[in-house]
């Protein structure tokens, strides 16, 4: 396993408890809805980048082949991100104490980065993250083709405003 770390501005930020994508926008039945209900959804986050700090993930680790490697994405507009991923329960883990097949996971990591060093994130005072915020994420990767969101550091927070005159 390596573990990788990535700079970049947090987009679309569900990284808490409560927040993970169970798959209730995608047909029922189907494949992509069906794994993500399998892993009691998975919490994702879109890291936004520029082409060198993306060749260096690339060159430290991060997939580009394979299901990873299509987590690489391009906006018309041509910027770059990584769809960051984490699912809530791994099935391919054993549990050490049961012995039964999946682990909860749980969200990744958050902390924030202040002046006087690092701390744990307080959803309830430091709200959600906001588009636009500067973080650092922490990837573990495994056999050059597994990639999850490990955990994130916010080093410069954008409050989370919801839009207005929404559903």
């Not at 260096?56 to 082949?65: L, M, N, R, S």
């Not at 690092?118 to 922490?138: H, Y």
Request: net charge negative; proline share 3%.
């Amino acid at each position: 396993m390596a573990i990788i770390y990535v700079t970049g501005t947090a987009q679309f930020a569900k990284v808490f408890e409560g927040q993970q994508d169970l798959g209730a926008n995608l047909p029922e039945g189907s494949d992509q809805r069906n794994k993500l209900e399998s892993c009691k959804g998975q919490f994702v986050m879109n890291l936004f980048m520029d082409k060198d700090t993306k060749k260096k993930a690339i060159a430290d680790g991060i997939p580009t082949k394979g299901m990873t490697g299509q987590l690489w994405k391009e906006t018309d507009d041509g910027e770059i991100y990584y769809k960051c991923t984490r699912k809530n329960f791994n099935t391919k883990f054993t549990d050490k104490v049961t012995g039964e097949q999946g682990v909860l996971m749980g969200p990744p990591k958050v902390f924030m980065q202040e002046e006087n060093g690092i701390r744990e994130w307080n959803l309830e005072t430091d709200g959600a993250i906001g588009n636009g915020s500067e973080v650092v994420v922490k990837f573990n990767v495994w056999q050059d083709k597994i990639s999850e969101m490990e955990a994130i550091k916010v080093v410069n927070h954008v409050k989370y405003e919801p839009e207005e005159g929404g559903f």
